[in-house]
């Protein structure tokens, strides 16, 4: 069966600092893979895709990206964290139509 | 046209009572529909899901009605309990591309009241 594993499961970072979040999926090959942003009482904002190694497609402009280093693993990254990027972070797979999220990370950025 | 509208923003339920949360969306090549089910701190989970072909799927106390002349789908779920008490997402994406992305409403909160 497939599983989807993300950490750290929390983390505090202060404003400024660099940012890596990881995403790995067990049980599947070439899935699709998702970043989302989830504010505090909010709906779920899609970050990135990738449909393949080291293809990314980014759906909204910021200071994050992320990469692809290998077929089932997902990476967030930033260099310079802001106040506005507190959230619940969610990485989700998807092969064919069913898509699957993971447990997430809650950053909070002081 | 991607935009998938939900309402309400939430509702309150007695226990034992109907829970019913509705969609309605634009793009006419969406054919895939599934609900989440997210609990606090946790991840949405797939719920249940529905294609054009059916006008109703049930599992177990959750059924999907959909409407496709509407462009309308719902949740229902009967008979509801306190441990339903969540935030429910609706979507809805085209299957014909794997490069498509669900297109999700912003989110109903569940209360059912013991």
């Known amino acids: 069966s497939q599983t989807i594993h993300q950490w750290p499961a929390t983390l505090v970072q202060p404003v400024g600092s660099p940012l890596s979040l990881e995403c790995t999926v067990e049980?599947?090959?070439?899935?699709?893979l998702y970043w989302y942003r989830q504010a505090a009482g909010r709906g779920l904002q899609l970050l990135f895709y990738?449909?393949?190694?080291?293809?990314i497609s980014s759906e909204v402009p910021q200071n994050l990206s992320a990469s692809r280093p290998q077929d089932r693993q997902f990476i967030l990254s930033s260099k310079k964290l802001l106040l506005s990027d507190s959230g619940f972070y969610l990485c989700?797979?998807?092969?064919?139509?069913?898509?699957?999220f993971g447990p997430g990370t809650r950053l909070t950025v002081t | 046209q991607q935009q998938v509208k939900q309402s309400p923003q939430s509702l309150i339920v007695q226990k034992g009572g109907i829970s019913i949360i509705n969609c309605a969306y634009e793009?006419?090549?969406?054919?895939?529909f599934p609900w989440y089910q997210q609990f606090p701190g946790k991840g949405p989970a797939l719920l249940i899901a529905?294609?054009?072909?059916?006008s109703e799927k049930k599992e177990g106390r959750f059924t999907i009605s959909f409407n496709k002349s509407a462009k309308q789908f719902s949740l229902h779920i009967m008979d509801s309990q306190p441990g339903d008490s969540a935030t429910y997402f609706c979507?809805?994406?085209?299957?014909?591309?794997?490069?498509?992305?669900?297109?999700f409403g912003k989110g109903t909160m569940l209360l059912v009241s013991p």
């Open positions: 989700a797979w998807r092969l064919l139509t069913e898509q699957y």
């Open positions: 979507a809805a994406t085209p299957t014909n591309s794997g490069y498509s992305t669900l297109t």
């Open positions: 529905i294609r054009p072909d059916v």
């Open positions: 049980g599947t090959s070439n899935p699709n």
């Open positions: 793009n006419t090549a969406f054919d895939y």
């Open positions: 990738s449909v393949g190694i080291g293809q």
